[in-house]
Structures are given as structure tokens and as C-alpha cells.
């Protein structure tokens, strides 16, 4: 597997690999990750679709990218995606998954079609103090040595960031700026998560700086994301044969692994005895090219199908990809009237089981009790809000300053209540949501980044909370009479709690090793899928990232010989680096720092030595001076 960049070979189609007409393919899950593996497997590895199997251990699929009616309990999505013009990986398998709205169109078309005829941009960011615009005015507000502090971030290596939270960075000077709101509720992150993840967030997004206070640079699917993404997956694979088996848990992978064990990580520091121990099983450091890394071989599947245990015995032609962990496992749905409980005890057949009794097996399958060892740490609460008549949408039109039945662009991302003691935060995407939901109501998603605090109107936490409850709490902030909220959350919506215990996992700090590659050295026939697989320069907590891994596992373990598209490079483009300089300082130029008086003496000088270079046109071009 090699990474490519441009058009060449973009559109290229790849020869049909020698012997895939003899070969297998088990894959578990049915994530954006899985479901990228079964659609490469099938377009470019051509292998027939009735020799692919997708394991799934729930009745439907998708995973985490979910949206469905429950009958008798109302519209639920516990998440949505946010989508970049820079997602290479997914719009590459896009443009050749058919639409399931219209007759020869791509998925992509009508996505582009769509973002293009209504660009998406927010008219209020944040509120404040019952419905009032926060003030924001766009700002990031950061201070001279929040930026230093953010710069220091961004250029520390990578293994010096193993393990650390992101307050080992920040102070308060970044933690309470506007950026850090911004930042915290669009990404759901927690001043304890990896600095390693915040640096690689902003390298990766590094051309959407300015466009983080007003959303700008995203887009987003007309319909909730199960919809218009897993279903045209779905019909896709279904078309060619593939084979769903639902109601199947997988129990564990069995390996052959010669040489031993391998080394095995120790988590007492991240000093270089620690780098050195973990070299030979982790993707972010070069292998020794005079080694011959161990062999493994995925032996066995057991399953437990519809409550009978059986086991799938495999050759090196049976390949597995294995989406282990999951962000979503252990979530439960409340009600109108009811709290979602509390389970986040490892249930047996789940995706951290699984991946506790692979990880046992050799130190290169990664480390998930990095992840999935305390879910306090790692959980937040959403709610899906429908309102049922024309009583609440005109309290929405009044913050986000759209018509919500418009079928375009409402709030355009989150509206953060910043003064919320949950830290609430709610979107309302294109109406409706659903294609069955009928007209004269709208799903608005709702989630909260501190559930166990007492709420500002509803004194009790967020996880004791009925539906009926956290709606009341969002009508409070939203402006609505105290005297109307109480009718209006009870008669006039239906509200749907969930509780994710390990929603955010993929952020606990963590070092190289603690995530597998997605094809660990020495792999024969299998290879590891999703958020937490291990692959080079790419972000987590994206569909990209998802879909990216199950394209380079599919290209790896059949030889497939196309490029994989390379990771967006704005990092590298010294214009998007001096464009986010002087975005972050809300549009200031280097200039108007604070600096001393050797400091400035020395930027003169700089500076006046660029005069009459391209460089110094750049600088003025940018404004950074």
C-alpha cells in the first residue's frame, strides 16, 4: 500500500488482483469503516460479493452512524458528522455509491449539489443569559500568550506528547478564550483529553481556522447520517451479493503467532526506555529494515449468531478486518419520561471485549484499557428533541435567524450556551431529518459536555434526567417564558435521552503502540478497522479517518496497486500557516505583539530585510504584517 496525491491516479481504476477470486473476506462491524472495507473489497479489489461476510452483532447497521425511528419511544441520533471538502478517502468511494433518491447520481453529486446551492455558515455561534447572542462577534479572543501557549503545542514532537492531557499545555489563558469554547464543544473535548489529539486536530485542520467560530468551512448530508450515508453503503454492497449477518456477536480472533509474544508495553512513563520498548509494534517509528517481523494469522472466528456459539475456522485466504473498541458501545435510551441508565460495565460480545481478549494475544493488537478504563472520563449525554406542533420552532427561528422548515441550512452546526451549567449545546441540520418525519415537525440534536452537574433550570444532573426533563432545560435557555417551558417540553415535544459512556475514548492521552496499525507488521490475513486503528497523520473522530482505514487495509492485504489518496497537506502550505496565524489573533498582524525592546529591534530588522522578496509580499498578502 502506497499514498498518492493528485489526479493521476485519482480516477484510475486498478487491475484486478491475482487470486481474489480464491479468497474470503470476514468483516466485523458495519461502521462508515467496515462498510468502506466491504465497498473496496468489492470496486477496487473486485472480489465477488457473495465471498465477503459483514458480522454485526446489533439488527441494524451503521454503528455510531445511526438515526432511526423507535416505535413507541420517537426519533434518535446519538451523534452527527461534520464534513470536510478535504475528506480525499470518502469522496473517493462517494462518487461510485449510488444515490437512493435519484437515478444516476452518486452519492457525491447530490452532496455537492447540495452544499453548493446552500453553503453552510452559522448567524449565531453561542448564547448566553437565556437566548442572547453571546457576543462572540467571530473572535477567538485569545491573548498574546494563549497563542505562544497553542504555537509551543503545535510544533512539541509528537513523542513528547505521549500520555499528557491537554492541561499540561493550556492554562487558563487558552482555557478561557473563545477558542477554547469554539474548540471544546464542536470536537466534544475535555480539558483532561490528549494533547497529542489537539496538536494533530489543528495540523490536520489547519486551513479551517478561520472558519471555526461561524462554521463556514463544514458540510453536512440533507439527511441525518444513517440515511444518506450507511443506507446507500447498504444497498450498494446488497447489490453485489454481499453477505449480512446481523445478531452475530463476535466473541474473539484466534492468532498463530510465531516467535513469542513480542514486547509488551509498560505504562510507568513515557521516557525513552518506554519509546524504545514499544518501537518494534507501533506504525509511528521506523522499523528496523534488517528485521523480520514475527508472522500472524488469524486462525478462528467465534461467534455467538442469534444465541448459538459456533467458530469460523480460516487460511491465510480468509482475510478478518476487525473493528475494534467502539464509541458507542454501552449507549442506552431513555425516554419521554424516563433517564438513560448508566451500564458502563464491559458487556461481553462488545467491541472493548473483543478487543481484551485479541489485545492479550500479542503486544502489536494495541492496548484498550488505554481507552476504555474509565468511562467517567470518557462519556457525555445527547437527546434527540422532536417538537410536535408550531408552538416551539418560533423560539428557534428567534436565535438562529432562519426559517427551520425550509428544508436548508438552520442553525449551521451548534449553538453553545455558554453560561449552561452542562455545557449545552443543540443543532438543528436541514429539516427534516428523516425522510418519514412528517412536515410540521423538526428533530433537534441536544448534548451536554458535563452531565453530572445540577442543570440551571432542572436542579439535578443531566444523567438523572428524563426527556421531558432536559427539554425543559434547553426551552430555558433558549429565552422561552418560565411560565410556558414546563407545557411546552411536556405536550408540545417528544425528547429522547441517550448516555454514551465512551463517546469520546478515542481522546484519553495515549502513547504510540496503544492503538494497532491498521495491518500490524508480520500480519498475513487480517487487519484492524476504525477509531482506533492506528494510521499515519490522520485525525479520529471523523468519517474520514473511519473510511481511510478500511481502504488502506483492504489495499494492503490484497496488493491492490492504486494510491491511496494522501491526507490533505495544508499543514505544509506555508499560505494556510499564515493565514491561521492571523486568524487565531483575530486578524491582527504580528506587529500590534507585545514584544520587548530586543524583540521588536529584531522583527524590524527581519522585516526589513524581506523588503522587495516574495516573502515580504506574502506577509503583507496574509496580513500578518
Known amino acids: 500500500m502506497y499514498y498518492s496525491s493528485g489526479n493521476y491516479e485519482a480516477f484510475a481504476r486498478p487491475k484486478k488482483p491475482e487470486g481474489v477470486d480464491g479468497k474470503s473476506a470476514y468483516i466485523i462491524g458495519t461502521g462508515l469503516a467496515a462498510l468502506s472495507a466491504a465497498c473496496y473489497l468489492v470496486r477496487d479489489a473486485q472480489m465477488p460479493g457473495a465471498n465477503i461476510h459483514i458480522l454485526e452483532k446489533d439488527a441494524v447497521p451503521g454503528g455510531a452512524c445511526d438515526g432511526l425511528e423507535i416505535p413507541g419511544l420517537g426519533y434518535v441520533m446519538r451523534g452527527g458528522r461534520e464534513m470536510d471538502n478535504h475528506f480525499e478517502v470518502m469522496w473517493d468511494l462517494f462518487r461510485s455509491i449510488p444515490s437512493i433518491e ?124 444513517y440515511e444518506s450515508m450507511i443506507l446507500p453503503m447498504v444497498k450498494y454492497l446488497e447489490g453485489h451479493g454481499v453477505q449480512f449477518h446481523y445478531n452475530t456477536k463476535v466473541e474473539n480472533v484466534e492468532f498463530a503467532i510465531g516467535g513469542g509474544d513480542g514486547p509488551k508495553r509498560e505504562r510507568t512513563g513515557v521516557g525513552q526506555d518506554t519509546i524504545q520498548k514499544i518501537q518494534a509494534t507501533s506504525g509511528m517509528f521506523p522499523r528496523n529494515p534488517y528485521s523480520t517481523p514475527t508472522k500472524k494469522i488469524a486462525v478462528r472466528i467465534d461467534v455467538n449468531e442469534d444465541g448459538s456459539e459456533r467458530s469460523i475456522d480460516l487460511t491465510e485466504n480468509d482475510l478478518v478486518f476487525i473493528t475494534n473498541g467502539g464509541c458507542v458501545e454501552n449507549s442506552t435510551m431513555g425516554s419521554q419520561h424516563s433517564p438513560a441508565a448508566w451500564n458502563p460495565e464491559i458487556r461481553p460480545g462488545g467491541g472493548w471485549d473483543m478487543w481484551r481478549r485479541i489485545a492479550a494475544q500479542d503486544a502489536s493488537f494495541g492496548h484498550p484499557d488505554t481507552f476504555c478504563s474509565d468511562p467517567q472520563a470518557t462519556k457525555w449525554m445527547s ?144 487487519a484492524f478497522l476504525g477509531q482506533f486503528a492506528e494510521t499515519p497523520r490522520d485525525t479520529i473522530f471523523t468519517t474520514e479517518y473511519s473510511m481511510r482505514t478500511g481502504m488502506e487495509a483492504v489495499y494492503t492485504l490484497l496488493d491492490v496497486d ?56 506574502l506577509l503583507h498578502e496574509y496580513g500578518v504584517v
Open 102 to 225: 435519484t437515478e444516476g447520481v452518486s452519492v457525491l453529486d447530490e452532496y455537492y449539489w447540495l452544499n453548493k446551492e446552500d453553503p453552510n455558515y452559522s448567524l449565531c455561534r453561542a448564547t448566553k443569559e437565556l437566548g442572547k447572542d453571546a457576543g462572540t462577534q467571530g473572535k477567538f479572543g485569545l491573548s498574546d500568550k494563549a497563542a505562544q501557549q497553542i504555537m509551543k503545542l503545535f510544533f512539541t514532537p509528537d513523542e513528547d506528547l505521549y500520555d499528557k492531557p491537554i492541561t499540561d499545555f493550556f492554562d487558563d489563558e487558552v482555557l478561557n478564550s473563545n477558542f477554547w469554547m469554539y474548540w471544546r464543544t464542536m470536537f466534544a473535548f475535555e480539558n483532561w483529553h490528549s494533547a497529542l489529539e489537539m496538536k494533530l486536530y489543528i495540523k490536520r485542520y489547519i486551513h479551517h481556522i478561520g472558519g471555526l467560530p461561524d462554521f463556514s468551512a463544514l458540510r453536512f448530508t440533507r439527511y441525518n447520517q
Open 383 to 526: 437527546a434527540t428533541v422532536t417538537t410536535l406542533d408550531g408552538e416551539i420552532p418560533p423560539y428557534i427561528k428567534r436565535i438562529c435567524k432562519r426559517d427551520p422548515f425550509s428544508g436548508r441550512v438552520v442553525t449551521g452546526g451548534i449553538v453553545t450556551v455558554t453560561d449552561s451549567n452542562w455545557l449545552m449545546s443543540w443543532t438543528l441540520n436541514r429539516q427534516q431529518q428523516f425522510r418519514d418525519q412528517p412536515k410540521d415537525q423538526l428533530c433537534v440534536w441536544v448534548y451536554g459536555l458535563f452531565p453530572d452537574k445540577p442543570g440551571n433550570y432542572i436542579k439535578k444532573p443531566m444523567t438523572e434526567c428524563t426527556g421531558e426533563e432536559i427539554c425543559a432545560e434547553w426551552l430555558y435557555h433558549m429565552g422561552v417564558p418560565a411560565e410556558r417551558i414546563d407545557a411546552l417540553a411536556k405536550n408540545h415535544a417528544n425528547t429522547v435521552p441517550v448516555m454514551m459512556p465512551y463517546i469520546t475514548a478515542f481522546f484519553m492521552p495515549r502513547a504510540a503502540g496503544d492503538r494497532p496499525d491498521v495491518v500490524p507488521d508480520g500480519a498475513v490475513n487480517f
Open 562 to 617: 492504486r494510491g491511496v489518496p494522501e491526507v490533505w497537506g495544508s499543514v505544509y502550505d506555508v499560505r494556510n500557516l499564515l493565514n491561521s496565524t492571523v486568524k487565531l489573533r483575530d486578524g491582527q498582524p504580528i506587529t500590534t505583539m507585545k514584544l520587548n525592546f530586543v524583540e521588536r529591534a529584531v522583527l524590524g530588522k527581519v522585516l526589513k530585510k524581506l523588503e522587495g522578496t516574495d516573502i515580504a509580499k
